[in-house]
């Protein structure tokens, strides 16, 4: 397959998915795809395609949200010339384009009604008619679905056809997000910081520091694979120096420092790896009962050297009044985990060893 094509991961979810992909891309029978943005839905039709014995006619991709409602019809089936204004000649739709190939139709649940009766008509008889046209004409097309849209629940809700949904359900293959994929964090990361090393022409890979992985596993990749695919490509483009490891990762490309800040304003959540510049700051005032003591705070210390003291004093803190669990003593100071483990090792905070009786 392509470069962009490979799929990079050892998880046991991710691996079941590519397998059952895989198994189903022999059968003609449509396949729905479920999965968050970014987890490679694409790619699964893809594969979906190259392995069947329809590897050698198209693949025809339509983004259903791309298109406007009174456009989508004539983007699937086609048009006769003067079906509508504006339609000069005629033209063929996707589903002739695919014709004894595989059609891929991304968000999925965006489609309108009409077009779901339609599409339904074209996938249980392969017929379908162009805008305009007296006759039907026979298409033999695989149909691939994909969305991130919770399609049953559409159904009951009367804004899928059920009908369509029965039909198009032959095989669903759930894509697991990339936080449930045990592992595949550091082999993606890795993966790609290679890529953008060898586009750079980097004579080595540096790779990340520890702490830079250590970052990089504990994000939630609300975008997925393709978000984390971003991060890294644009953490090595940034580090600039082939002979160090990487230490500094940016989740935000639009963080901005001379932001002014609102009454809404919220803690930026982007963790901060070694050697980032920008230091994550506490907030203020944190909700605890009492505060740390004054006798914390060095006597006849500067301002820089008093507030080290009073940030360290608050998490010394909330670390023991939640037995040094640290997700609950950040989420108790308004941090992530990620911001809480940079200020411990700013401050060389470390749990004290447990004493066995």
Same mark, same amino acid.
């Given at each position: 397959?392509?470069?962009?094509?490979?799929?990079?991961?050892?998880?046991?979810?991710?691996?079941?998915?590519?397998?059952?992909?895989?198994?189903?891309?022999?059968?003609?029978?449509?396949?729905?795809?479920?999965?968050?943005?970014?987890?490679?839905?694409?790619?699964?039709?893809?594969?979906?395609?190259?392995?069947?014995?329809?590897?050698?006619?198209?693949?025809?991709?339509?983004?259903?949200?791309? @298109?406007?409602? #009174? @456009?989508?019809?004539?983007?699937?089936?086609?048009?006769?010339?003067?079906?509508?204004?504006?339609?000069?000649?005629?033209?063929?739709? *996707?589903?002739?384009?695919?014709?004894?190939? #595989?059609?891929?139709?991304?968000?999925?649940?965006?489609?309108?009604?009409?077009?779901?009766?339609?599409?339904? *008509?074209?996938?249980?008889?392969?017929?379908? =008619? *162009?805008?305009? /046209?007296?006759?039907?004409?026979?298409?033999?097309?695989?149909?691939?679905?994909?969305?991130?849209?919770?399609?049953?629940?559409?159904?009951?809700?009367?804004?899928?056809?059920? !009908?369509?949904?029965?039909?198009?359900?032959?095989?669903?293959? +759930?894509?697991?997000?990339?936080? /449930?994929?045990?592992?595949?964090?550091?082999?993606?990361?890795?993966?790609?910081?290679?890529?953008?090393?060898?586009?750079?022409?980097?004579?080595?890979?540096?790779?990340?520091?520890?702490?830079?992985?250590?970052?990089?596993?504990?994000? =939630?990749?609300?975008? +997925?694979?393709?978000? @984390?695919?971003?991060?890294?490509?644009?953490?090595?483009?940034?580090?600039? +120096?082939?002979?160090?490891?990487?230490?500094?990762?940016?989740?935000?490309?639009?963080? +901005?420092?001379?932001?002014?800040?609102?009454?809404? =304003?919220?803690?930026?959540?982007?963790?901060?790896? !070694?050697?980032?510049?920008?230091?994550?700051?506490?907030?203020?005032?944190?909700?605890?009962?009492?505060?740390?003591?004054?006798?914390?705070?060095?006597?006849? =210390?500067?301002?820089?050297?008093?507030?080290?003291?009073?940030?360290?004093?608050?998490?010394?803190?909330?670390?023991?009044?939640?037995?040094?669990?640290?997700? *609950?003593?950040?989420?108790?100071?308004?941090?992530?985990?990620?911001?809480?483990?940079?200020?411990?090792?700013?401050?060389?905070?470390?749990?004290?060893?447990?004493?066995?009786?």
């Amino acid at each position: 397959m392509e470069r962009d094509v490979q799929f990079i991961g050892q998880s046991t979810a991710f691996l079941d998915a590519v397998e059952r992909a895989s198994r189903a891309a022999a059968v003609r029978r449509p396949v729905l795809v479920i999965g968050e943005r970014g987890t490679g839905k694409e790619l699964i039709a893809q594969r979906l395609h190259h392995l069947s014995p329809r590897w050698g006619e198209p693949l025809i991709t339509m983004n259903c949200a791309a @298109l406007p409602e #009174t @456009l989508i019809e004539a983007e699937l089936f086609g048009h006769e010339a003067g079906a509508f204004t504006g339609a000069v000649r005629a033209r063929a739709g *996707r589903f002739e384009e695919a014709d004894r190939g #595989t059609l891929f139709l991304d968000e999925l649940g965006t489609l309108s009604m009409a077009a779901q009766e339609r599409l339904l *008509r074209a996938v249980e008889y392969g017929e379908i =008619a *162009r805008i305009g /046209a007296s006759r039907p004409v026979q298409v033999d097309v695989r149909v691939v679905a994909a969305t991130n849209a919770d399609l049953p629940r559409m159904a009951e809700e009367g804004r899928f056809r059920a !009908d369509l949904l029965d039909r198009l359900s032959f095989e669903v293959i +759930n894509l697991p997000p990339l936080r /449930a994929r045990e592992g595949d964090v550091y082999e993606l990361a890795d993966y790609y910081g290679r890529r953008m090393a060898s586009e750079l022409e980097w004579e080595a890979w540096p790779g990340f520091t520890p702490g830079a992985v250590a970052v990089l596993e504990a994000h =939630a990749w609300p975008g +997925n694979v393709r978000e @984390l695919r971003n991060v890294v490509e644009r953490a090595v483009y940034r580090w600039g +120096n082939e002979h160090e490891p990487i230490a500094r990762i940016v989740f935000d490309p639009f963080e +901005n420092p001379w932001r002014l800040p609102s009454a809404e =304003a919220r803690p930026s959540a982007a963790p901060v790896a !070694d050697g980032d510049v920008g230091k994550p700051v506490l907030p203020h005032p944190p909700s605890f009962s009492s505060s740390p003591s004054p006798s914390s705070v060095p006597s006849g =210390a500067g301002l820089r050297a008093s507030v080290e003291a009073y940030e360290r004093g608050l998490l010394v803190e909330a670390l023991e009044r939640h037995r040094w669990n640290q997700r *609950r003593a950040a989420s108790a100071i308004g941090l992530t985990y990620d911001q809480l483990r940079h200020c411990m090792k700013k401050h060389r905070l470390a749990e004290p060893a447990r004493t066995q009786d």
